[in-house]
């Protein structure tokens, strides 16, 4: 019988791994025998989730020819070596005998789109039948069933990853940049992220002193390896490992109306844009989207750079959908966008005084509503006969966008859609 084995809650802010302690324990597996069946998970729950360290990421995998009590005590093992229990990791381990079912697939989409609690990771996995190994109060076990529950079947991408060897962590990392930006020319967009254009920042080398390396995001396991073969390193590797995952497929997103949003989660919000954006301290910009429900708070913030140049450009009365995170601010409920779809623009028009029909001079205003009055010929004019001035409008309908170096992520990048759309 396959066994399944799930693992979260493996690092800290200092340091640690979960891919790095799951390859580890893979690679002792197959020493004892077992046999590793398909590509390991690598699954990201809910990005909004407050006590996470870093990418809110579990790893799970399958394999057979071990006996649970054996795969007991390699992860045990592996875990107590690796893991940063001392720095408050509170690591969960699950193991399932079989396949997930229903109950545990339920589990992972609550666990990508809510913050489960922790009891409710006690009960499925006394439901399911699911042995638990976890440490400190077991936060873990949550990411760990939530990963072998993983439903990739509405998209998955894949993700190539280099550990480094013990002696190299916290060092400067060994890559040519260069042919970071080749590798991207010669793959985008079956490969994705792996630069910011705007920036020119480098996204595949994280900046923690973990044990990545490197991580290539791609949409086929062979141009991973094609992918991979550019780049040049220069130090030792000491495990490449490509996982099947569920970033880039936008799954935690959910389409909610604005009395059904709530802090935490990730929400598609289709509305009409209330009133003018405005830049807020710190270059951050802000806006109200309404529906026929209500009105919530939309902000691009400065990590968005150009983004923001493009959110500045609406009007009330454009019609959008708003894509991103649920956060309770201080000035209520906020949507962080992360995308926005524009359904259609409003007309731009001001209103001004007409022109004198005797001199040809602009008029003045005499009041709201009182019409105008020429200042040097002393003719007047109705309200009526003001000048309406339409202003072609700079942006056009369609998606946009925020860099790559602001994606969370589960967000899927336009060139994805593009890509799925040609294909």
Known sequence: MALWIGVDDTDSRRGGC???????????????????????????????????????????????????EEAEDVMQCVVEEFS??????????????????????????????ELVPLEDGFRVAEEVSAKLIYYGGGMGIIGALAAIGADLSLGKTYELIAHRRREYWGTVRKIDLASVFEMDRATRPYTFDNIDPESGEIRITPHTPCPVLLGIRG????????????????EPIEFVTIFETNQATDAHYQKL??????????????GIVAETPRIDVGGHVFFKLKDEHGEIWCAAYEPT????????????????????????????????L????????????????????????????????????????????????????????TIRPGFYEVPPSARRHLTRPLMLDELLRDN
Do not use: H
């Not at 935490?264 to 289709?270: F, Q, R």
């Open 18 to 68: 979960t891919t790095y302690v799951a390859v580890v324990a893979m690679r002792r597996l197959e020493a004892l025998g077992a046999r590793l069946i398909g590509y390991p998970r690598l699954v990201r729950l809910n990005p909004n989730c407050p006590y996470k360290t870093r990418g809110n990421a579990a790893v799970a995998f399958k394999v057979e020819g071990v006996k649970l």
């Open 84 to 113: 940063e229990i001392n720095e408050g990791a509170e690591t969960g381990i699950a193991f399932l005998e079989g396949e997930p079912g229903e109950k545990l697939r339920g589990f992972y989409w609550r666990a990508v789109r």
């Open 219 to 234: 949409v086929d396991p062979e141009i991973l390896k094609k992918a991979f073969r550019m780049i040049r390193v220069y």
């Open 257 to 270: 109306g604005t009395r059904d949003l709530s802090d935490g989660v990730s929400a598609i919000v289709e």
């Open 305 to 336: 750079k150009s983004f923001r140049k493009l959110i500045l450009q609406l009007i009330p009365g454009d019609k959008i959908i708003a894509y991103g995170a649920v956060k309770q601010k201080p000035q209520g409920l906020t949507l962080n």
């Open 338 to 393: 992360e995308k926005i779809y524009i359904r259609g623009l409003a007309e731009k028009i001001i209103e001004r005084p007409p022109k004198c029909p005797e001199c040809g001079r602009r008029m003045t205003s005499m009041g709201k509503n009182k019409g105008f009055k020429c200042g040097r010929c002393r003719a007047r004019l109705p309200e009526e006969c003001k000048e309406i001035v339409r202003i072609p409008r």
